[in-house]
């Protein structure tokens, strides 16, 4: 395994292998417009009539039904009495003087109706007395029409205004050939059908190689993306929650989590990295590695290392080559076994090879 000693120097690969193509922090991207031109005209409401208002005209607003409400409370304990109550909108009970709005003290009707809540008090409501309770007996009024009336009255004006239409904005005409340059675009990554594709060519098919790959990368369909459908014979799951998995992944810190553990699980393996050098050395498939004559890697191994996990980049830079190959050589100062091991879970662990 690998020397305690050498992961310190792993913060200093980090930062090397983040140089590697930059994709990962990239924070914008940009498409080319294919079509000759486009432009989008402004909806205008040529008719001429104006918008309703929701709070007047809408018969299930707020407002209309507060005084629907209580003007059944009126129709059917009052109106058999006093026929002068038989108003018809909220403007006729306000320019009455019967009703003010929004305040239940200085609304004649309200204390007329529900007088009783003020007997007792020592304090007169606007240098009157409270008057007596109404109606009489048999149209004494429920706890439920009190509670209409005073709704009516007390919410009476304080309907908020509806907010105005926005206006969309028009389309600019996009000329053809132009770029179009976005800055809250995330950089989609393979699904985790991909990923597990990746380290299974570069570690190998053996059963402990795809016991790791199948329980952390494989299963885990909600973090990597990568619907499952009916083809998925071999997947273990939860199917309903997984066929809505993410189709164009994104990074995640529980997806890195996964992920890194994958990595430090298959490079902690011999039989993972022993097939993985045989790769790169050559050997042919199913042909043991003799450990006892294994020499570490050369920069030209880290460059063909690198291009198993980046198969479509370009080369490893020779900076880097020689930045990787001075650390295998420290990690590998004692085993030259734990020097591959090093290399493969550094490329491992790097972010942007999940770049498809």
């Known amino acids: 395994m690998m020397n305690l000693t050498f992961l310190s120097q792993f913060l200093i690969l980090l930062l090397v292998s983040s140089s590697l193509t930059g994709c990962m922090e990239s924070t914008s991207t940009t498409t080319r417009s294919k079509s000759k031109s486009s432009s989008i005209s402004e909806n205008q409401n040529t008719s001429g009539n104006p918008e309703p208002s929701p709070a007047t005209n809408n018969p299930n607003s707020p407002a209309i039904l507060r005084f629907n409400a209580a003007k059944a409370v009126i129709e059917s304990k009052c109106l058999s009495c006093h026929s002068v109550f038989d108003k018809s909108s909220e403007a006729a009970w306000t320019t009455s003087g019967l009703v003010v709005a929004g305040n239940l003290q200085e609304s004649l009707l309200y204390r007329r109706l529900i007088g009783n809540e003020y007997s007792g008090s020592a304090s007169a409501v606007n240098g009157q007395i409270p008057l007596a309770n109404m109606p009489t007996a ?110 164009l992944p994104v990074s995640t810190t529980t997806r890195e989590a996964f992920r890194i553990r994958t990595c430090a699980s298959l490079s902690s393996k011999d039989t993972a990295v022993k097939n993985a050098i045989a790769q790169v050395k050559g050997i042919a498939s199913g042909a043991a590695v003799n450990t006892s004559a294994l020499q570490l890697p050369t920069t030209s191994d880290a460059a063909i290392a690198y291009s198993m996990f980046y198969s479509a980049r370009p080369s490893l830079p020779d900076n880097v080559s020689s930045s990787i190959k001075s650390l295998t050589d420290k990690a590998g100062s004692t085993d030259k076994l734990e020097g591959w091991r090093f290399l493969f879970y550094v490329l491992c662990i790097a972010p942007d090879w999940q770049i498809p």
């Not at 439920?144 to 007390?154: F, G, K, P, S, Y």
């Not at 990568?226 to 071999?234: F, H, I, K, V």
Request: hydrophobic fraction near 35%.
């Open 138 to 247: 048999p149209f004494t009024l429920t706890s439920d029409e009190r509670m209409a009336l005073r709704n009516w009255i007390q919410l009476m004006g304080n309907e908020p205004t509806p907010a105005p239409t926005a206006t969309p904005t028009p389309m600019p005409s996009i000329a053809p050939g132009t770029e179009i340059t976005t800055s809250d675009s995330k950089i989609r990554l393979g699904d985790r059908k991909y990923i597990a594709s990746t380290l299974t060519s570069v570690f190998g098919t053996s059963n402990e190689v795809q016991t790791v790959i199948n329980n952390l990368i494989l299963k885990q369909a909600g973090t990597f993306g990568g619907p499952r459908d009916l083809y998925d014979t071999n997947d273990i799951g939860n199917f309903e929650s997984d066929s809505q998995a993410a189709v």
